[in-house]
């Protein structure tokens, strides 16, 4: 235990070490913010839409800001270097559990993420003047549903990760990876909005926990016993995949080859 | 004629490494089919709802959004070697381009070839036909090859606005263009109508970075519509703006190199 601790620690101290993706990363979601708050505010000037107001769209786009930002920092480029170099041979010879010791570094990171999501979650609330919040009773639950992201969060991208196992590059994979995230879990555009079998599909997959729970609790679309059962899906993922992690891991160190130098 | 001779070999020697990797040239290419897709299904998931965004149907949105992808494609695809500039800077690699005799900004900006450019000009090809077969744009002989002209000009400002801000490195000397890199992610706004943004944003996309010039100023013109469509015409005029900038910076900033030290 002592170990990922310092593992954490150590990323936590060098968090502005690895600034620029996670500024670039920022960025990428802080235009996506920009523009869809922009295009709503004109959509939903004079009426709701699929029984979202400007008010509740707000909210929405915020916890998809926020969503966004937690985890992004993840040094999965750093991983998947490190995994094409060979150096991940070093990692595999260290007394530690690998995807532990990932999770760790993540956590360890967490606390700019939170500071960005505070600080400009405060500048928009402060500039459009305030969003709808939920009661108590169901914040309770928007902030367990938060909580889930982060671990949900980085074991997607983990394992999109381990993809570098099997192939060259990793930019590509990590651009499917974004743009499916962006659709799937109504970080782009809410999923009601979508077709009826897309909408049902993505409610389930493990994507929705990403966006869609924690900001449809949080504007309060979902009644508590839905939200429970929300939560619950994303609980449900976060255990399937951290053990699925772990198979797709398995498979992965079988057919690595590591060149002496 | 020499000097685009010259590029195409250069391209294709970097062209054809990269088809070693079969596997990564298919990831590529699905990873930027599917982002299309994407958008392809939120602009439509969007309109089902609503008629119109100011004033932008669904189509109109289709055909700024295939702009971007176009003119985003034949960057990667032909230029893709400027955003290496910061590292060639850093590792003092343009010491071997400064002693060939060709140009060095076509020498930086054929050092790769982002393979993704292919799948996005085709696709960004296919959404702007799809899209100009339903606007309505009330075509003529006259607004045909003015349509053209405003294609090439968008093209034209975007990879002028890469050039540029690339170039931004001889004096930021960081080994990762930070900054094109956010100008870009900036360039992303300019898919939505600019009537939509706050005054601070419009004056951004349309006089700081004229991004407003790839799409939404030459669209509105041929539209006839917007609150002052015939600031679409100047469309050619700022993409030579922009191309004589990125050189005079290119330039600018060359005079400045200094090698790696080692």
Redesign the interface.
């Known amino acids: 235990m002592r170990a990922y601790y310092a593992l954490g620690r150590a990323v936590a101290l060098s968090a502005v070490t690895y600034r ?1 993706n996670f ?2 990363g920022l ?2 979601v802080l ?2 913010l ?2 869809l708050l ?2 709503w ?3 939903l000037a004079q009426s709701a ?2 029984g979202f107001t400007w008010p509740q769209m707000q909210g929405y786009l915020l916890v998809a800001f926020a969503t966004g930002t937690l985890v992004s920092m993840m040094s999965d480029f750093r991983m998947a270097f490190r995994i094409q170099m060979g150096l991940v041979a070093l990692d595999l010879v260290k007394p530690l559990d690998y995807q532990r010791a990932r999770f760790a570094e993540i956590l360890g990171g967490a606390w700019i993420e939170v500071l960005v999501v505070a600080v400009v979650g405060g500048a928009t609330l402060t500039l459009t003047g305030g969003v709808a919040t939920p009661s108590p009773a169901m914040l309770g639950l928007f902030l367990c549903s938060m909580l889930l992201v982060i671990p949900l969060k980085f074991l997607i991208v983990y394992v999109s990760a381990l993809a570098c196992f ?4 990793y ?3 990590q ?2 990876r974004f ?2 995230i ?2 799937l879990s109504g970080a ?2 809410p999923l009601a ?3 009826g079998w ?1 909408a049902t599909f993505a409610q389930w997959s493990p994507f929705a926990g990403l966006t869609s729970t924690p900001a449809l609790i949080f504007i309060g679309r979902v009644d508590p016993g839905r939200g429970l059962v929300l939560v619950a899906v994303q609980l449900a993922w976060v255990i399937v995949l951290w053990f699925g992690a772990r198979l797709i891991w398995r498979a992965a160190i079988r057919q690595l080859t590591v060149n002496g130098g | 004629m020499r000097t685009t001779r010259l590029y195409v070999r250069l391209l294709g020697a970097h062209l054809r490494a990269l088809l070693e990797h079969e596997a990564d040239f298919w990831i590529m290419a699905v990873a930027t089919v599917l982002t299309q897709v994407v958008n392809i299904v939120f602009l439509t998931a969007l309109f089902a709802k609503v008629p119109a965004l100011n004033g932008w149907t669904f189509w109109d949105m289709m055909l700024m959004f295939g702009v971007v992808a176009l003119a985003e494609g034949v960057g990667s695809f032909f230029f893709e070697g400027m955003w290496r500039l910061a590292e060639q800077i850093n590792m003092g690699e343009l010491d071997y381009f400064l002693v060939r005799p060709y140009p060095v900004a076509l020498q930086s900006s054929s050092a790769q070839v982002g393979i993704n450019g292919l799948s996005n000009m085709v696709v960004g090809g296919i959404m702007i036909g799809t899209a100009v077969a339903h606007v309505d744009i009330p075509w003529s002989a006259w607004t045909v090859p003015l349509a053209v002209v405003m294609l090439l000009s968008a093209v034209v400002i975007k990879v002028s606005i890469n050039l540029a801000t690339n170039a931004a490195s001889f004096w930021l000397s960081s080994p990762t263009p930070l900054l094109a890199l956010s100008v870009h992610q900036i360039g992303d706004l300019a898919r939505f109508p600019l009537s939509i943004y706050p005054f601070v944003i419009k004056a951004a996309l349309g006089v700081l970075v004229p991004f407003a010039f790839v799409t939404f100023f030459p669209i509105a013109f041929l539209r006839g519509t917007g609150a002052v469509p015939w600031i679409g015409l100047l469309t050619p005029l700022v993409a030579a703006y922009c191309a004589a900038a990125a050189t005079v910076i290119f330039k600018r900033g060359l005079l400045r190199y200094e090698s790696a030290g080692n």
């Open positions: 620029t500024l670039l960025g990428a235009f996506q920009v523009a922009a295009v505010r004109v959509l839409v699929q099997w192939t060259q590059s930019v590509g994979v651009m499917a743009v499916i962006n659709l782009l555009i909005f979508l077709p897309l």
